[in-house]
Every structure is written in C-alpha cells, then in structure tokens.
C-alpha cells in the first residue's frame, strides 16, 4: 500500500506558474501509473493529467493541455505537475493519486476516480485575477 502527500500549493497571480510534488512510501513506485486530479469549489473532483511507469506516455484534460506537465522520478519517487500560465478557473484542491492498471495508450489510460486506489490530502492552488 502506497501513501501519498501532496505539497507545493500556494497562493498566485493569473499568468504565473507552481510546481506541485508528490511524495510517495509505502510501496514500489514504478509499479504504478500516477495521476493528478482537482476539486474546484462546489464541484466534483476531475481529472488533470496522468502518467505512465517509465515516464514515457502522458495524458491531459484538454482545458490544461500546453500550460500544466505531468513528470515522475521513480528514483526519488515523487511526481510532479508543473502549472504554467494558471488561470482563475485553476482554482482547485489538486490531488495526486496511484493505480495499478495494466494497460496505459491513447485508447486506454486511467482518467476517472474510481480507476485510482491511493489518493494523497490535497493541496490548495488558489489563483487570483
């Protein structure tokens, strides 16, 4: 079993960038696909990018597409999302989550809550206009 704790979040102007980390124990890292999800205020959590073991596939919600990178160290074993150009509408809990999935392509990569079994406590990311 893997725990997860989320940091980097903070309070920014729109147009300005973070970098969330991700630092997971507890479980062989690069066994697992990990992903970042948001939770905007009064909605649901949703997904944010993803990322497959060796670093080599990623995958993003297209409203981030361009502005946020997905990147893992299997050897430090953290992940990170680094959000450039943030936009008001960023505004969210951000969450870093692990699954254990065996297939990862553009047809077939882990994009909903439920496909996640690990989730780290959130770390806010409030973007100001």
């Known amino acids: 079993q893997v725990q997860l704790v989320e940091s980097g979040g903070g309070l920014v102007q729109a147009g300005g960038s973070l970098r969330l980390s991700c630092a997971a124990s507890g479980g062989t890292f690069s066994t697992y696909i990990m992903g970042w999800f948001r939770r905007a205020p009064g909605k649901g959590r949703e997904f944010v990018a993803t990322?497959?073991?060796?670093?080599?596939?990623?995958y993003y919600t297209e409203s981030v597409k361009g502005r946020f990178t997905i990147s893992r160290d299997n050897v430090k074993s953290q992940v990170y999302l680094q959000m450039n150009s943030l936009k008001p509408e960023d505004t969210a809990v951000y969450f870093c989550a692990a699954a254990q999935v065996s297939s990862f392509n553009s047809r077939s990569y882990p994009a909903t809550e439920n496909e996640y079994a690990y989730w780290g406590q959130g770390t806010q990311v409030t973007v100001s206009s």
């Open positions: 990322i497959n073991w060796s670093a080599g596939r990623t």
